[in-house]
Structure formats: C-alpha cells, structure tokens
C-alpha cells in the first residue's frame, strides 16, 4: 500500500517556476515507477512525465519536454517535479501516481496509486 501527497502548486506567472512535490508513505516506494499527470477543466487526465524505480529513465510528454524535470529521492519517499517557462496551458490540477511497470506508462489506468492533486494556475 501506498499513499501519495502531493503539494507545492499555486499561481505564478507565465515564464515562471513551480516545483511540486509528492510524499509518499509505504515501505515499498523504491518498486514503483512515478510519474505526474495533469487535468485540466473539461479535459482528460494527461501524462507529463514518468520516472523508472532506479532513476535511470524517465520519460516526458512532448508538451513539457525541455521545461520539466522529474526526479526521485527513495530516502526520503519523494518525487518531485520542476517546471520551468510555464505557460498558460499548463495550467491543471497535478497528480503524482504509482506504477508496477513502465509498460504504457502513458495510460493513467497502468496506474494503481494516486495522489489527491494539486492546484496549478499559470496567468498569461
């Protein structure tokens, strides 16, 4: 079992910086891939980005490549995401979520944790 808390979102300008941050409980966190996904109001949940339990991979959606950066620190049961030049578009309620694999990591029904979101608003 594990639980995810996410925090750090807010409202910053477009061209800023925000860096979110998941929590995570459970003694197993180092098994499970981690990744952000973001919902925005009348959209489908979207993939940002997704890190291997060794760190070793990571994966981005196009959108966000080059401005976000996904890490992971396993001694402190933490992932956090940086997001560079934010724009507008960007802006959603950001999830942290957990995966057995990284087959389709894509897809948020691969995986089986999920944070309670939070809040980000980039003002144009």
């Known amino acids: 079992q594990v639980q995810l808390v996410e925090s750090g979102g807010g409202l910053v300008q477009a061209g800023g910086s925000l860096r979110l941050s998941c929590a995570a409980s459970?003694?197993?966190?180092?098994?499970?891939?981690m990744a952000w996904f973001r919902q925005a109001p009348g959209k489908e949940r979207e993939f940002v980005a997704v890190?291997?339990?060794?760190?070793?991979?990571?994966y981005y959606a196009d959108s966000v490549k080059g401005r976000f950066t996904i890490s992971r620190d396993d001694a402190k049961n933490t992932v956090l995401l940086q997001m560079n030049s934010l724009k507008p578009e960007d802006t959603a309620v950001y999830y942290c979520?957990?995966?057995?694999?990284?087959?389709?990591?894509?897809?948020?029904?691969?995986?089986?944790?999920w944070g309670q979101g939070t809040q980000v608003t980039v003002s144009s």
């Open positions: 979520a957990a995966a057995e694999t990284l087959h389709y990591y894509y897809r948020p029904d691969r995986y089986v944790y």
């Open positions: 459970g003694r197993t966190f180092s098994s499970y891939a």
């Open positions: 890190i291997s339990w060794g760190a070793d991979v990571t």
